[in-house]
C-alpha cells in the first residue's frame, strides 16, 4: 500500500463548477501537508500549506485536512481554464523534513 | 522569487551513453533535490544533498549518481543510460531552515532510445 493515495483522474469539469481534489493517506505521524500545481510542462509549484487539521483558504482555493481520517481536499471554487494542471498533494511528518511523500498527482481539465 | 533552472528541457540521448542533467539554484538554498515523474508513479525521489559535497540516497537511486561541488550547482549523473531511464527529471531546492516547501525547476524530459 502506498503510503500517499490519489486520484489520477483525469478530472474534466465545466467552467465555474466547484472543484475537490483529495488524497488519503497511511502515516498517522503526517502533520504537514501542501498542494503543488503543475501545469504542462513545468515544474510543481507551491499552491497551499497547511500544519495539522483544519481550513486554510486563499482566494479560490481552500486546502482542508482531516488527520483523524487521514484525508486532505483541495477545494477550487468558480473553477477557471487556467485551472487546468496537475495538482499534487505533499505531506511530511516533521519541519525540516529531508522528504516530502508525493500523491500520484490528478489532472484537472476546466473546459470553457 | 526562487528561481531554479534546469541546463535542458528536452535531451535524447542513446543506450549506454553517459548523461549530466544539470541544475541551478539562486536563493542559496542548502537542500537539493533530484526526482524522476512518470505516469502513475507520481515524484520518486532519487538522490538529494544537504550541503556540499554530501548526498543521500533516495528511494530509487539505482542507476544514477550525483556531484554536489558548489552549493547552488547540483548534478544527476547517468553513468550508462537504459531505456527504463526514459522520464520527466525534476530538480528542486529547499532552504536549510525548518521548512518543508520545495523548490522545483521546470523539469528536462529525458528519453534514451
Known amino acids: 500500500q502506498k503510503e500517499v493515495e490519489q486520484d489520477p483522474g483525469p478530472l474534466s469539469v465545466p467552467e465555474g463548477a466547484i472543484v475537490s481534489l483529495n488524497c488519503t493517506y497511511s502515516?498517522?505521524?503526517?502533520?504537514?501537508f501542501m498542494w503543488y500545481r503543475q501545469y504542462s510542462r513545468k515544474g510543481p509549484e507551491l499552491l497551499m500549506y497547511?500544519?495539522?487539521?483544519g481550513n486554510k483558504e486563499d482566494g479560490r482555493f481552500t486546502a482542508q485536512v482531516d488527520k483523524s481520517s487521514k484525508y486532505i481536499s483541495l477545494f477550487i471554487r468558480d473553477s477557471q481554464p487556467s485551472d487546468s494542471a496537475t495538482y499534487l498533494c505533499a505531506m511530511s511528518a516533521i519541519q525540516g523534513a529531508q522528504k516530502l511523500v508525493f500523491g500520484q498527482g490528478t489532472r484537472l481539465t476546466i473546459n470553457p | 522569487d526562487v528561481k531554479v533552472t534546469q541546463s535542458s528541457r528536452y535531451l535524447v540521448k542513446r543506450t549506454g551513453e553517459k548523461v549530466f542533467l544539470e541544475c541551478v539554484q539562486d536563493m542559496d538554498h542548502e537542500n537539493m533535490f533530484w526526482y524522476r515523474q512518470d505516469p502513475g508513479l507520481g515524484l520518486r525521489l532519487i538522490y538529494f544533498s544537504y550541503d556540499v559535497k554530501m548526498k543521500e540516497k533516495g528511494d530509487i537511486p539505482e542507476g544514477y549518481s550525483v556531484s554536489r561541488e558548489k552549493k547552488e550547482r547540483f548534478s544527476l549523473i547517468l553513468e550508462s543510460a537504459s531505456t527504463n531511464q526514459t522520464s520527466m527529471y525534476l530538480c528542486?531546492?529547499?532552504?536549510?531552515?525548518?521548512?518543508?516547501?520545495?523548490?522545483f525547476g521546470a523539469g528536462t524530459r529525458l528519453s534514451v532510445l
Open positions: 502515516n498517522s505521524a503526517f502533520q504537514y
Open positions: 528542486a531546492s529547499r532552504p536549510g531552515t525548518n521548512k518543508n516547501i520545495q523548490y
Open positions: 497547511t500544519y495539522s487539521s
